[in-house]
């Protein structure tokens, strides 16, 4: 009996010693594995919670969607099958893939003439071009709806024309339609590849064309030969920039009466029926994750490279002959696209200034919009630095998916973002539900990106030695972030705080389905007092916000 009680009392040891042993060996493994992860140097814990909380918060509102429209149930995804998710399909690619090619042929031409030939006022053009741009589309629908619309000048002036009437029959422009809205997108998206493609060709080698020319190509076989090979990375990401503007639009196509999936999101919330919103977002949602997958396919297989060593800068083209031809078209885009909208905007803005526009109610609007995009933008600065430091200085898996989760809310319409919100604070959050701080949360989502951008881009500029240096004094990763990089990388910070700032006093959508009652925006009043005609109220608002949006150009034009 003893001797039994002895061999279990040894037994007992023995475990408990290979317990001690197997312990350490289990750490060591998992603390290999975590090294391997980060390369050998892996951030504070503090940093990547802090990150890590961020990305988390920045995908809530969309998986948040997604679970909701997995279970609304087969009898509402099968009347939606049926009835309206064909004919939004149909009016939102239809529209997409319209807008797109039309924006690339645009902006891929205007950016070939103005960069590479010598057409008079070139350096005037680049600036010109780039305009509309500052002129949400929404605004530019509601200059097009006051002068081509039911009770438009245009109307009234072919009206009081017999001769028109005579010769060409009743007034034929219906700008409430499939045309109106394609070309108002069309007007002022194409600078996205306008910038981008006018980057591409200053950067192009002239050593390829003059290769080209003495195989005796004339300069149209250059250009489709040679030229567009290398423009193809540009125009690519200038389509999918065009592409998914229009996919996540809903000012401009609201306003003209047109129904794509952002619309019927809306007003699909607006009745109070969540679930079937939640059915059309994931749709949405499934449209912009395909448009994103064949972007990144077809980058990866047209890849073209040209080396720096013997680079030349591109000649300029003499136009001859077809010189005037090249500057009526650009000044008739230009005409189109700015020249045209902000005379309207500031001859309603004059009629405004004399009917006493300007009061408290206006600048109340104002305040509010001020008040809610500083907020955003103050949020948007201080969360992007934890996620760009990690990115930078701690590359790894784990920091590029918390990257892409950053990333999740500005690839995605503002409607899906809202939705996702409604559903999060009017059911477990109800406290901050119908508060303005919902709405600045929203922006946060939404621009999270512009901010990151910005802030990578000056960080990139400060050598890894300096956080070397400060983490040797017994720095911990995340006061180094914050009091040795954050000083030395402010401008950019600043900057990105700017993009912010200016996108989130444009954006319609996420600020009409979440206000509090009486919040109402600078682009709220726009949406509602254009679409009652009162274009006296209207156009004051919409010419502020212009002015303020030229920040983020100036910023792009130093950028591309």
């Known amino acids: 009996m003893n001797n039994d009680n002895e061999n279990q009392t040894q037994s007992n040891s023995t475990s408990a010693e290979v317990g001690e042993k197997s312990s350490p060996t289990i750490l060591y493994f998992f603390r290999r594995k975590w090294l391997k992860i980060w390369r050998g140097n892996p951030p504070g814990g503090v940093l990547l919670s802090f990150g890590a909380i961020i990305a988390v918060i920045m995908s809530i509102p969309i998986i948040y969607v997604v679970w909701r429209s997995l279970f609304a149930g ?28 039309c924006a690339v042929i645009i902006g891929v031409s205007l950016a070939w003439i103005v960069t590479r030939t010598d057409i008079p006022g070139k350096k005037l053009w680049q600036w010109l071009l780039a305009l509309p741009l500052v002129i949400p589309p929404y605004v530019g629908a509601v200059t097009y709806i006051i002068v081509f619309g039911r009770s438009g000048w245009a109307r009234d002036f072919w009206r009081d024309t017999p001769w028109l009437v005579e010769t060409f029959g009743p ?37 390829f064309e003059e290769a080209a020319r003495s195989l005796g190509m004339s300069a149209w076989q250059i250009f489709w030969k040679v030229n567009l090979p290398f423009l193809r990375p540009a125009i690519g990401a200038g389509a999918i920039l065009v592409s998914l503007y229009v996919l996540s639009d809903f000012g401009a196509i609201a306003m003209l009466r047109y129904v794509t999936f952002t619309a019927a999101i809306y007003f699909q919330r607006a009745s109070f029926d969540t679930a079937s919103a939640s059915v059309l977002s994931l749709v949405l949602i499934a449209l912009t994750v395909i448009i994103l997958w064949i972007e990144s396919r077809t980058r990866r297989k047209n890849k073209y490279y040209q080396t720096s060593n013997t680079y030349r800068k591109p000649a300029t083209l003499k136009l001859g ?24 905007l500031v ?116 050598s890894p030695r300096i956080d070397e240096a400060a983490r040797s004094l017994g720095y911990p990763p995340w006061k180094v972030m914050f009091k040795v990089i954050l000083p030395n990388m402010l401008p950019g910070v600043l ?54 949006s030229i920040i983020p150009l100036r910023y792009m034009l130093r950028k591309y």
């Open 74 to 101: 087969v009898d509402r995804w099968m009347r939606l099958l049926d009835e309206r998710i064909p004919m939004l399909l149909w009016n939102t690619i239809s529209l997409t893939v319209a807008v797109t090619i």
């Open 495 to 548: 900057a990105g705080g700017a993009l912010v700032f200016v996108s989130s006093i444009k954006e319609l959508p996420a600020t009409l389905m979440l206000r509090p009652p009486g919040f109402d925006t600078l682009a709220v009043r726009i949406y509602f007092e254009a679409s009652e005609a009162i274009y006296h109220l209207a156009a004051p608002a919409a010419l502020l916000i212009i002015i303020v």
């Open 321 to 344: 002959k077809w010189k005037p031809v090249a500057l009526i078209y650009t000044s008739l885009v230009f005409f189109a696209s700015v020249l045209l909208p902000i005379s309207v």
């Open 171 to 207: 007034y034929p422009i219906n700008i409430f339609s499939f045309w109106g809205v394609f070309f108002v997108l069309t007007m002022f998206t194409y600078p996205y590849v306008y910038l981008i493609a006018s980057a591409a060709l200053r950067k192009m080698n002239q050593n």
């Open 347 to 462: 001859y309603w803005s004059n009629i405004g200034l004399r009917m006493g526009a300007l009061d408290s109610r206006f600048f109340g609007f104002v305040l509010n919009s001020l008040q809610v995009s500083g907020l955003a933008a103050l949020l948007c600065m201080i969360l992007a630095m934890p996620i760009i430091y990690l990115k930078t200085r701690y590359p790894s898996l784990i920091t590029s998916i918390i990257d892409r989760l950053c990333y999740a809310g500005y690839a995605l319409p503002g409607v899906i973002v809202a939705l996702g919100f409604i559903f999060i604070f009017n059911n477990h959050i109800p406290m901050l539900y119908g508060t303005f701080y919902v709405v600045a949360l929203a922006f946060v989502v939404r621009f999270l990106p512009q901010a990151m951008q910005s802030g990578e881009a000056s960080l990139s500029l400060i």
